[in-house]
C-alpha cells in the first residue's frame, strides 16, 4: 500500500493552461502540505493545511489554489501556467505539525 | 540570509571515511529538527530526528546545539549506499512551517 500518492507523476503541458494535481494520504494524518522542488532542487514549502484548514499559505501566487475535501487528501490546481512554474511538487503529510513528513513520489510538471 | 544553511558540498569520500555535516538555523523559535535524506529523482525520507540530548541510530548520530542554533549529523563507516543528498530541516509555527536546507550531496566511492 502506498502511503503518500499523488497523481499524475508526470505533466507536460503548454503556457496558459490550467492543471491539477491529486494526492492522497492513508495513514491517518491531520496535516498534508504541498512542496515545491526547483531546478536548482531546493525544496520549498508552499501549503500546510491541518484537517482540512489551511494553516500556512507562503506567498505563493494565487494561479495555486489547494483544495482539501478531507483530511486524507490535499488537490492542487493551477492556472494560467508559466514556464516557471516547472518543477517537481511534492506532497507530504504528518501526524500534527511536529513529526516525521512522509511524502509522495513527486509529480514532475513540464511547462513548455 | 537564509533561515537554514548547509554545507554546500558534494563530500567524495571512499567508504569506510567518516563525514560530518553541518547545518544552522536562524529563527531560534525553532521547534523541531530533523535530517532527511533524497536519492536521484526521488522524494525525501526521514533519516532521523534531532534532540538536543544527541541521538545515534547505527552508524548515524545527530546532534543539536540550541544555543548557537547549530544541527550535526555524522556518518561513520560510509556505505556505497550512503550516496545521497542530506537535507537539514527545522520546524516552527507550531510545526506547520517546514524549512528544508539546500541539501548536501554525498558521494561514496569505492
Known amino acids: 500500500d502506498t502511503a503518500v500518492s499523488q497523481t499524475p507523476k508526470y505533466l507536460v503541458t503548454q503556457m496558459g493552461n490550467d492543471k491539477s494535481i491529486k494526492c492522497e494520504q492513508n495513514l491517518g494524518h491531520d496535516t498534508m502540505y504541498w512542496y515545491k522542488q526547483d531546478s536548482k532542487k531546493f525544496l520549498k514549502i508552499m501549503f500546510s493545511y491541518n484537517n482540512k484548514e489551511l494553516i500556512i499559505n507562503e506567498t505563493v501566487p494565487n494561479r495555486f489554489s489547494p483544495k482539501s475535501p478531507d483530511k486524507a487528501h490535499l488537490n492542487l490546481h493551477i492556472n494560467s501556467l508559466e514556464l516557471g512554474d516547472s518543477a517537481v511538487y511534492f506532497c507530504?503529510?504528518?501526524?500534527?505539525?511536529?513529526?516525521?513528513?512522509?511524502f509522495g513520489p513527486g509529480t514532475r510538471l513540464t511547462v513548455t | 540570509r537564509k533561515e537554514v544553511e548547509q554545507d554546500p558540498g558534494p563530500f567524495n569520500v571512499p567508504e569506510g571515511a567518516t563525514v560530518a555535516f553541518n547545518c544552522t538555523y536562524s529563527n531560534s523559535a525553532s521547534q523541531s529538527f530533523f535530517w532527511y535524506r533524497q536519492d536521484c529523482r526521488k522524494e525525501p525520507k526521514l533519516l532521523m530526528s534531532v534532540y538536543s540530548s544527541g541521538n545515534e541510530d547505527g552508524r548515524f548520530t545527530a546532534q543539536l546545539n540550541r544555543a548557537s542554533q547549530y544541527i550535526s549529523l555524522l556518518i561513520r563507516d560510509s556505505k556505497l549506499s550512503d550516496s545521497a543528498t542530506y537535507l537539514c530541516v527545522v520546524t516552527y509555527t507550531g510545526g506547520f512551517k517546514t524549512i528544508f536546507g539546500a541539501g548536501t550531496r554525498l558521494f561514496v566511492k569505492a
Open positions: 507530504a503529510s504528518s501526524q500534527g505539525g511536529v513529526g516525521e513528513q512522509y
